[in-house]
T-cell receptor
Framework: GAGVSQSPSNKVTEKGKDVELRCDPI?????LYWYRQSLGQGLEFLIY????????KSGLPSDRFSAERTGGSVSTLTIQRTQQEDSAVYLC???????????FGPGTRLTVT | GENVEQHPSTLSVQEGDSAVIKCTYS??????FPWYKQELGKGPQLIID?????GEKKDQRIAVTLNKTAKHFSLHITETQPEDSAVYFC???????????FGKGTTLSVSS
């Protein structure tokens, strides 16, 4: 079946602009995660959604970052007033539930100029 | 919170040799440890995982071992092939069960 998809694959934006990144999880997966991967670094957890429960936002680096998940499926990650240090690959993952394996999408490469 | 250390950061082997990557974790409550392979320009791909109720798991040329007492786990790749060249990440699930905490990765190069 289809894997996790993300769009856009690449995004270049000017400093100070807002951006929205989209994630379509695997159908039937109730858990959804966002991670950030800076150049040459490991993955850094940002936010977790599980069904209708309150999301775990403990990894969001600042209040410029927010995310929502509508209808328990598609998720968008929004970064307001982008800064150069926000440049990274943003990865989305989904799993059948929080105890199961996480499957990653291809990521969105964000470049802030 | 959980912290995962991974080494080496780079590893070069000849085709056919074995490769071993090691990770340590800090939270004794962690109970799930996956390994991911990431090729250039792609998202991480799950290659094998282990849960804390077992000490070893194998899948063809890949094996993972877990030592709960010492809080470390290792990835073993035997009979390496050039297509095994990639960045490998270990991870541990955090105590809340809401996220994976990743090591910083190992760049494996297999030369023919």
């Amino acid at each position: 079946g289809a894997g996790v998809s993300q769009s856009p694959s690449n995004k270049v934006t000017e400093k100070g602009k807002d951006v929205e990144l989209r994630c379509d999880p695997i159908s039937g997966h109730t858990a959804l995660y966002w991670y950030r991967q800076s150049l040459g670094q490991g993955l850094e957890f940002l936010i977790y959604f599980q069904g209708n429960s309150a999301p775990d936002k403990s990894g969001l680096p600042s209040d410029r970052f927010s995310a929502e998940r509508t209808g328990g499926s598609v998720s968008t990650l929004t970064i307001q007033r982008t800064q150069q240090e926000d440049s990274a690959v943003y990865l989305c993952a989904s799993s059948r539930d929080s105890l199961r394996e996480q499957y990653f999408g291809p990521g969105t490469r964000l470049t802030v100029t | 919170g959980e912290n995962v250390e991974q080494h080496p950061s780079t590893l070069s082997v000849q085709e056919g040799d074995s490769a071993v990557i090691k990770c340590t974790y800090s939270d004794s409550a962690s109970n799930y440890f996956p390994w991911y392979k990431q090729e250039l320009g792609k998202g991480p791909q799950l290659i094998i995982d282990i849960r804390s109720n077992v000490g070893e798991k194998k899948d063809q040329r890949i094996a993972v071992t877990l030592n709960k007492t010492a809080k470390h786990f290792s990835l073993h790749i035997t009979e390496t092939q050039p297509e095994d060249s990639a960045v490998y990440f270990c991870a541990a699930r955090n105590q809340a069960g809401t996220a994976l905490i990743f090591g910083k990765g190992t760049t494996l190069s297999v030369s023919s």
